[in-house]
């Protein structure tokens, strides 16, 4: 059972640790890559390294634009892969009625093929996504407003783009990122007060600091969670694998975040290797 306390451990840590572990949810405007916002953010705050959870285009597309600091970077690839929704407008080009648009909606619904667009960085062949809801909201005109999630590495715009093939022709307008993940709206941090929590930091003051940045140990609310006794501490923080004798409960098959009480270890592994159980794939001291 996740019993984690993220708000003790933002209130507690040393500012200088959580700044080096931590996740800041950027509300990423129109205009700049998702990249340029990642270097903004680690440029500002002086530090090595910053990475951002999933690409956004930049001239079309705002929202959810999760920051990781520091080692935090190490966890993108437990929090990058997992559902995304977005909120968007598409213009049909002809006049078509909302149950026939529904109809042709319902196609997309479930595993599709999708063709990556010729201006993406990934390669381009076809491949295999799922579309888990497409939502009409409002149709104004031949404007439809929509939401939808779908699996991530999913393209909205080639979506709209296929759809519209069935309808006589459909492009996206505009497009909203509202979740990534576990990451929603509802944490959202703008480039403004970004930069206001950092003036006051310089100034000797980092309550609001604080209060933006999402400590990583936020990867217990996507990973199965074990807890190490403290006697094996030592150890396991120079990289030892687990054994047997470490751990009293089951450890999950697959991946794994370890924890003494609300301190992050690191991830690990399940493997069956006579009496190791587990290798670390990240640990954090």
Request: glycine share 6%.
């Amino acid at each position: 059972m996740n019993n984690i306390d993220l708000d003790k451990i933002r209130k507690e840590k040393p500012i200088n640790e959580l700044l080096k572990f931590s996740i800041i949810n950027v509300d990423k405007p129109l205009g700049p890559t998702s990249f340029s916002v990642s270097h903004y953010v680690k440029v500002s705050l002086g530090l090595n390294k910053t990475s951002h959870f999933g690409t956004l285009d930049p001239s079309v597309v705002s929202g959810v634009l999760p920051v990781a600091l520091g080692r935090a970077c190490r966890l993108n690839d437990y929090f990058m892969h997992r559902d995304k929704e977005y909120v968007g407008i598409m213009r049909v080009h002809e006049e078509i009625s909302e149950e026939k648009l529904k109809e042709i909606i319902n196609l997309f619904i479930g595993k599709i093929i999708q063709m990556p667009p010729v201006r993406s960085r990934v390669k381009r062949a076809p491949r295999e996504r799922e579309i888990k809801s497409f939502e009409i909201l409002e149709i104004d005109g031949k404007d439809v407003l929509f939401r939808t999630t779908v699996q991530a590495g999913t393209y909205i715009r080639k979506l709209c783009d296929d759809m519209g093939k069935k309808i006589g022709g459909a492009h996206m307008l505009e497009l909203r990122r509202t979740k990534a993940g576990i990451f929603t709206e509802e944490n959202l941090v703008n480039l403004y007060d970004f930069e206001k929590a950092l003036k006051e930091y310089e100034e000797g003051r980092e309550e609001l600091l604080r209060k933006i940045l999402i400590p990583a140990e936020i990867v217990s609310q996507v990973l199965p969670v074990i807890q190490i006794k403290i006697e094996n501490l030592k150890s396991l923080l120079t990289g030892k694998p687990i054994m047997k004798s470490d751990i009293n409960e089951k450890i999950p098959e697959g991946f794994f975040a370890l924890f003494n009480n609300d301190k992050f270890i690191g991830i690990y592994r399940s493997i069956q290797e006579g009496d190791i159980i587990a290798r670390p794939e990240f640990v954090l001291n």
